[in-house]
Protein backbone atom coordinates (compact mmCIF):
# COMPACT_ATOMS: atom_id res chain seq x y z
CA UNK A 1 0.00 0.00 0.00
CA UNK A 2 1.22 3.68 -0.98
CA UNK A 3 1.28 6.11 1.67
CA UNK A 4 -1.16 8.19 -0.25
CA UNK A 5 -3.22 4.96 0.17
CA UNK A 6 -2.88 4.74 4.37
CA UNK A 7 -6.13 6.65 6.20
CA UNK A 8 -3.96 9.12 7.78
CA UNK A 9 -2.99 10.70 4.22
CA UNK A 10 -6.26 12.68 3.88
CA UNK A 11 -5.91 14.00 7.53
CA UNK A 12 -2.13 15.58 7.34
CA UNK A 13 -2.04 16.31 3.51
CA UNK A 14 -3.13 19.86 4.08
CA UNK A 15 0.55 20.31 6.05
CA UNK A 16 2.57 19.73 2.80
CA UNK A 17 5.58 21.97 3.06
CA UNK A 18 5.14 22.72 6.48
CA UNK A 19 8.11 23.62 8.99
CA UNK A 20 7.71 21.34 12.08
CA UNK A 21 10.14 21.40 15.25
CA UNK A 22 9.92 18.63 18.11
CA UNK A 23 8.73 20.32 21.44
CA UNK A 24 6.97 19.01 23.94
CA UNK A 25 3.93 19.33 24.77
CA UNK A 26 2.02 22.29 26.45
CA UNK A 27 -1.86 23.07 26.47
CA UNK A 28 -2.34 26.63 25.29
CA UNK A 29 -5.60 26.79 27.69
CA UNK A 30 -7.12 25.16 31.16
CA UNK A 31 -10.16 24.76 28.64
CA UNK A 32 -8.51 23.11 26.24
CA UNK A 33 -5.95 20.55 28.01
CA UNK A 34 -5.06 18.20 24.83
CA UNK A 35 -4.49 18.04 21.28
CA UNK A 36 -4.47 15.07 19.05
CA UNK A 37 -2.43 14.16 15.82
CA UNK A 38 -2.96 15.74 12.92
CA UNK A 39 -2.63 12.73 11.17
CA UNK A 40 -3.69 9.69 13.60
CA UNK A 41 -5.72 11.31 16.40
CA UNK A 42 -2.99 10.34 18.62
CA UNK A 43 -3.27 12.36 22.11
CA UNK A 44 -1.09 14.86 23.24
CA UNK A 45 -1.66 16.26 26.90
CA UNK A 46 0.08 17.36 29.94
CA UNK A 47 -1.37 15.01 32.01
CA UNK A 48 -0.74 10.96 31.83
CA UNK A 49 -2.60 8.15 30.99
CA UNK A 50 -2.46 5.46 28.66
CA UNK A 51 -0.91 6.48 25.27
CA UNK A 52 -0.64 10.13 25.87
CA UNK A 53 2.02 11.59 24.53
CA UNK A 54 4.50 14.28 25.68
CA UNK A 55 6.28 15.10 22.58
CA UNK A 56 5.96 15.44 18.92
CA UNK A 57 6.30 17.76 16.29
CA UNK A 58 4.59 21.46 16.41
CA UNK A 59 3.90 23.43 13.04
CA UNK A 60 2.00 27.11 13.58
CA UNK A 61 -0.18 27.96 10.46
CA UNK A 62 -1.70 31.27 10.38
CA UNK A 63 -5.53 31.49 11.86
CA UNK A 64 -8.35 31.90 9.41
CA UNK A 65 -12.56 31.50 9.53
CA UNK A 66 -13.73 28.30 8.95
CA UNK A 67 -17.65 27.00 9.13
CA UNK A 68 -18.12 25.10 11.44
CA UNK A 69 -16.78 21.44 11.22
CA UNK A 70 -19.85 19.19 11.16
CA UNK A 71 -18.52 16.66 13.64
CA UNK A 72 -18.37 20.09 16.49
CA UNK A 73 -22.60 20.88 14.68
CA UNK A 74 -23.10 16.87 15.88
CA UNK A 75 -21.41 16.98 19.01
CA UNK A 76 -23.20 19.82 20.13
CA UNK A 77 -26.48 18.22 19.45
CA UNK A 78 -25.65 15.49 21.92
CA UNK A 79 -25.42 17.88 24.30
CA UNK A 80 -21.22 17.71 24.21
CA UNK A 81 -19.32 21.20 25.12
CA UNK A 82 -16.67 21.69 21.95
CA UNK A 83 -13.90 24.29 23.13
CA UNK A 84 -12.39 26.21 20.15
CA UNK A 85 -8.46 24.75 19.59
CA UNK A 86 -6.90 28.05 21.07
CA UNK A 87 -3.67 29.99 19.01
CA UNK A 88 -0.97 31.81 19.72
CA UNK A 89 -0.85 34.86 18.09
CA UNK A 90 -3.04 34.45 14.88
CA UNK A 91 -1.43 31.02 14.57
CA UNK A 92 -3.44 27.84 15.11
CA UNK A 93 -0.89 24.71 16.40
CA UNK A 94 -0.69 21.69 14.27
CA UNK A 95 0.54 18.28 16.79
CA UNK A 96 2.11 15.17 14.73
CA UNK A 97 3.21 11.98 16.62
CA UNK A 98 6.68 11.35 15.74
CA UNK A 99 6.00 7.66 13.77
CA UNK A 100 3.10 9.91 11.29
CA UNK A 101 5.69 12.77 11.04
CA UNK A 102 8.68 10.17 9.91
CA UNK A 103 6.18 8.43 7.76
CA UNK A 104 4.64 11.32 6.05
CA UNK A 105 7.68 13.45 5.86
CA UNK A 106 9.61 12.93 2.46
CA UNK A 107 6.01 12.39 0.64
CA UNK A 108 5.10 16.31 2.47
CA UNK A 109 7.97 17.78 2.41
CA UNK A 110 8.30 18.68 6.23
CA UNK A 111 11.13 20.23 7.12
CA UNK A 112 13.10 20.42 10.88
CA UNK A 113 14.23 22.91 12.12
CA UNK A 114 16.03 22.91 15.82
CA UNK A 115 13.87 24.17 18.98
CA UNK A 116 14.81 28.10 19.44
Known sequence: M???????????EYLEKATF???????LSPECDHDH???CWAE?????????LHEGYVTAIP????PEPEFIT???AQGMTCVPQPGVDGY????VYPECFDDFRELLGFK????A
Open 112 to 115: LVSH
Open 21 to 27: RLDTYTA
Open 74 to 76: QCT
Open 63 to 66: SKET
Open 2 to 12: SLKEDWRYANI
Open 92 to 95: QLHW
Open 44 to 52: FANFDGPEI
Open 37 to 39: CSG
